[in-house]
Structure formats: C-alpha cells, structure tokens
C-alpha cells in the first residue's frame, strides 16, 4: 500500500515530483493495545505521521474496549452494566457509545451502497413505539426491512404525542406534544429512494398515513397492506397470534430489536432519556444485526 502524507495540501504548499516522498521513520509502542505502530516521513514538508494516524480510533486510549461495548450493547446490556462489566467510567461508555454510533452509521451507509446496483425489489416496513423519560412522551421507530434477508435498511425516530388514557395526563403535565411523524415518514421514504427500485413491492400495515408518504417518494410502488394481528403471549407483541402472518419478517426484526436492545424491552428499568441516545443506539444495534445476527449473506 502506497503511504500518503495525511496533509491534504502537502501537495499544493510543496509542489514537486511524486515518487519517494514518503519513507519509513522508525516506530512506536501503542500501549492501549499493545502494539508497535510504524511512523513515516514525509519527505515533502518534512512532518512524520503514523499508520494510525486518519484512522477513526486515532489517540484513542482504551481502544481495545470497543468490540466488546459494541457487542454488549447489542445485547441487551444497559450502558451502566456494561460500564461496570468492562471495569471503566460511565462517562467513558457514553463517549464511546458516541463514537461506535458514528462509525455504525458510516459502515451502514457505505454497506448500502452496494443496493445501488441491484435495487431492492420488497421492502417490509412498519413503526414500533418507545418513549423518551416516560410513557407520556412516546417516539415512533419507522423501520424497513428486507423481507427475506431480514436485513434493516433503514430507520427514522419521530416524536408523537400520547394516545389513549395517557392523553390527558400527559398534556397536563407536559403540555402539547407536536406529532413529527409526518416529517419523519418523509424522510424515510426518501432516504430508500436510491436502493428500492421504482415499482417495489412494499408490505405494510393498514395504517391510514403511510399511503400519502409512499405516493409522493415512490409513485410508481406497489403498497399492499395487511391487518396488524394481537400479539401471541404477554410480552411479545411483536410476535402475532395469526397462523400466516405476511409481516413476520418485519415483525421478527422487531421482536429482535425489544430482545437485544436494553431500552426497548417489554418490562425494564432501563428507559429512552434523550431521542438521540436512541438514534445511536439502534445504529449501533443495526450494524450487528445485519452484519452478525442475520448473517454475512446479504443475498
Ligand atoms: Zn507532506
């Protein structure tokens, strides 16, 4: 691999010819990870980096914590426990819960890409409902996901206001709760729009919103809907009491997401405090799912 100076104006403040401009110049001990990392010059403008230097992890002291935090919190580990199983501070977890959700978003985009080519022809797509700090504030999770590979492709977080008994205590308490659903909706269907082909077939449930969002991204798609089932046995509602149910796939997924993830168990202590806490979080649990959990086959 050829090594290039990480100055990107290197080459405009120092002009001249391109071979031998950069050369071995010793190493050094990384002890975060016990390594000997080599250190290059660059013969150019005379500055010396290190082969880690424009990687994600650079000047990371306690690297070696983010496979196992990433695979904790895929399963079911709240960041609290997993600050005491890894032996380190809170503040350390949320740091780097921070930094995994960046890179799983960076991975999931660039994992994308390669739908691009061979657009996506099904596509299964439906909301889960959570809340943030309590039940009065609840967000709505769009989720789609490819029905035979049971691969997440996309998500969006919208914040709603309560419904039914909570309505009332939740509007004395908190005031009016803007529902950004519609907005949310918006960008998810456009976000699909370059790895789904034009005429898809999307399979979702009878809710009466969806139709008017998929219209305007997707004229051209084929949107069948069934009847959303009563979920099987207390505690698993994700999972339905039919004896075909056409969404399993995305209810499956779903199933999958309230057993791995700490905050959107059934019963737990464990709750949403901040909408952006949950967008990392399901980055991070998305890029596990696709890549461990359902397989390396992407089909
Ligand atoms: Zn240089």
Redesign the pocket.
């Known amino acids: 691999m050829k090594r290039q100076?990480?100055?990107s104006e290197?080459?405009t403040?120092?002009p001249g010819p391109d071979s031998g401009?950069?050369v071995r110049k010793g190493s050094y001990f990384r002890p975060s990870d016990g390594q000997h990392i080599p250190r290059f010059l660059?013969?150019?403008?005379?500055?010396t980096f290190s082969s880690g230097t424009r990687l994600p992890c650079y000047r990371q002291k306690k690297r070696k914590l983010n496979h196992p935090l990433k695979l904790l919190l895929s399963s079911g580990v709240s960041q609290r426990r997993a600050a005491i199983l890894l032996r380190v501070n809170r503040k350390t977890v949320v740091r780097k819960f921070r930094f995994l959700a960046t890179q799983a978003r960076l991975e999931h985009a660039r994992w994308l890409k390669k739908f691009e080519d061979r657009k996506l022809a099904f596509i299964q797509f439906d909301d889960l409902e959570t809340s943030e700090h309590t039940k009065c504030k609840p967000l709505s999770v769009t989720l789609a996901v490819e029905p035979r590979t049971r691969k997440i492709l996309e998500f969006q977080v919208s914040q709603m206001p309560a419904k039914g008994l909570l309505a009332r205590v939740a509007l004395a308490k908190y005031g009016p709760r803007p529902d950004l659903r519609a907005a949310g909706w918006d960008r998810f269907f456009s976000n699909l729009k370059p790895h789904v082909l034009s005429d898809a077939d999307w399979l979702s449930d009878q809710n009466p919103h969806y139709p008017r969002h998929l219209k305007r991204h997707h004229p051209q798609a084929k949107h069948r809907t069934t009847p959303g089932g009563r979920g099987s046995i207390a505690g698993q509602g994700e999972l339905k009491k039919l004896v075909f149910d056409p969404l399993f796939s995305l209810n499956h997924t779903c199933a999958m997401l309230r057993a791995h993830m700490n905050r959107l168990f059934r019963r737990t202590w464990c709750t949403t405090k901040t909408k952006q806490g949950l967008i990392d979080h399901l980055s991070i649990y998305i890029r596990y799912h696709n890549e461990v959990l359902t397989g390396p086959c992407t089909g």
Request: proline content about 7%.
């Open positions: 100076c990480p100055d290197c080459f403040k120092f401009r950069v660059c013969r150019r403008c005379g500055k």
